[in-house]
């Protein structure tokens, strides 16, 4: 009996979490015309409404003390990742989850790598401090890259003087690293770049490739700020409100997890994308709003990364990527992470809007920002009565990219990091747009 109660009540809250209808249109594509006509007052979604986010909340709880409340055992086991990403996503329940993670990580080794994972990344993004003790022996019994880098990143988290130790376990478990592009990324922290970052003017100023417009995202190193978005024009020059000031958007780069760009569900990576159209999503954290379809290198094909026909495309090599840069970019480690993130799988970083209630992360230091799983985000404001979109910087952002776009909004998304303190400011925005030319 005390078996099957905790799983009933798993099944009404696994029940009560499905997304509450109407839904997101199913995977609308939007051409610049489409897009440019969208009013956010023709889109809404009840769930971002306060009863509607309540209600999901409350499921969502429900579940995570469901899921804490199983016994030990199989079903408890296989619980576990969706326990503590619902812990991570709603900020929640977070002192009841941490004894079944710590007593779980010990058992790891034997594990499949994809339970590996999700559980060493809850370590990572709740409870690293805690955990830092339990990966130093569990880290020889990682043999998949993935899980052996989330680990890592967990102990630097903890204590950045695991560097050293680390740098000399990683080529000793691991003798053909250097052809693996999550610990390519783990040595690059290990042993950082002596040089200073390139001149951001150099960047902003580079044609990419000629004609095609782009988003620029100015991102604080460590994503836990808000940065800002501009909208470069296909002629070269930055877009700028009427008024004549710099057309700058708020947007997180942030994921929930904080692993970086070459993990999965980590931040969004640093370096160049394609973007391929907008359409709209399934994903009931994302909602109606379209989204521009950004993809990393790899995940799309060289052909259709520069927009022209696939006959006679060549293949992907670091060479084609390191084409988009100007040279004292092409030479610099760090701005390669999106190169890196693409070799190892990761796909469908768009850039979108959020109907997560930023309430979750109160007094964060990325807030009113929403962190998800490692998207280009923006926020949106939703009527509390009825869920109707009230102002989006989403769409303001996708409809000054559109309205510099061929029909097929074809272009490109450039994710770069600048040094400094607190959010980005437009002040410092302006000053590297000026400093370009541009």
């Not at 997101?24 to 007052?41: C, M, T």
């Not at 092409?330 to 799988?345: D, Y």
Request: hydrophobic share 45%; net charge neutral; with cysteine.
């Amino acid at each position: 009996m005390k078996f099957r109660l905790p799983l009933a009540l798993l099944t009404l809250a696994l029940a009560a979490c499905a997304p509450l209808k109407p839904q997101p249109p199913a995977e609308k594509r939007y051409g610049a015309a489409e897009l440019l006509a969208l009013q956010p007052g023709a889109l809404s979604w009840p769930a971002a409404s306060t009863e509607g986010e309540r209600a999901r909340r409350e499921a969502a709880v429900a579940g995570i003390r469901a899921r804490i409340a199983l016994p030990a055992g199989p079903e408890r086991d296989a619980a576990l990742p969706a326990l503590f990403e619902a812990v991570a996503q709603y900020n929640a329940e977070a002192d009841g989850a941490r004894p079944l993670l710590l007593d779980a990580l010990p058992t790891l080794g034997g594990r499949d790598p994809e339970f590996q994972r999700a559980l060493l990344t809850a370590a990572h993004t709740l409870y690293p401090a805690e955990s830092a003790p339990l990966m130093w022996p569990l880290l020889p019994q990682l043999s998949a890259s993935k899980p052996f880098a989330i680990a890592a990143y967990t102990l630097l988290q903890a204590d950045p003087g695991a560097a050293p130790r680390l740098l000399t376990l990683v080529p000793k478990q691991f003798p053909a690293w250097a052809d693996d592009p999550r610990l390519t990324a783990l040595m690059q922290r290990l042993q950082p770049s002596p040089l200073p970052p390139p001149p951001l003017a150099e960047l902003l100023a580079a044609p990419l490739r000629p004609g095609f417009p782009a988003i620029v995202s100015l991102q604080r190193p460590g994503r836990q700020q808000m940065g800002l978005a501009l909208v470069r024009g296909a002629d070269g020059r930055f877009v700028r409100e009427a008024s004549g000031r710099l057309f700058a958007s708020p947007q997180l780069a942030l994921a929930r997890s904080g692993l970086p760009g070459t993990l999965t569900n980590g931040n969004t990576p640093q370096g160049v994308f394609t973007i391929v159209g907008a359409g709209t999503a399934t994903n009931p954290n994302i909602g109606p709003t379209p989204y521009l379809h950004s993809k990393l290198p790899v995940e799309a094909t060289p052909a259709e990364f520069e927009h022209v026909d696939a006959t006679g495309a060549a293949d992907w090599t670091q060479a084609l990527y390191e084409s988009y840069l100007p040279p004292s970019w092409a030479g610099w480690p760090p701005f390669k992470e999106a190169w890196l993130a693409g070799r190892a799988g990761r796909d469908e970083l768009l850039v979108h809007g959020n109907t997560l209630n930023p309430a979750y992360y109160a007094g964060a230091s990325y807030f009113p920002g929403a962190p998800q799983q490692g998207c280009l985000i923006s926020s949106e404001d939703w009527d509390p009565a009825t869920g109707r979109l009230l102002a989006s910087g989403q769409l303001r952002l996708a409809q000054a990219y559109a309205a510099q776009a061929r029909p097929d909004l074809a272009g490109y998304l450039i994710v770069v990091e600048l040094p400094g303190d607190g959010p980005v400011r437009p002040d410092e925005a302006e000053a590297a747009v000026a400093a370009a030319g541009r």
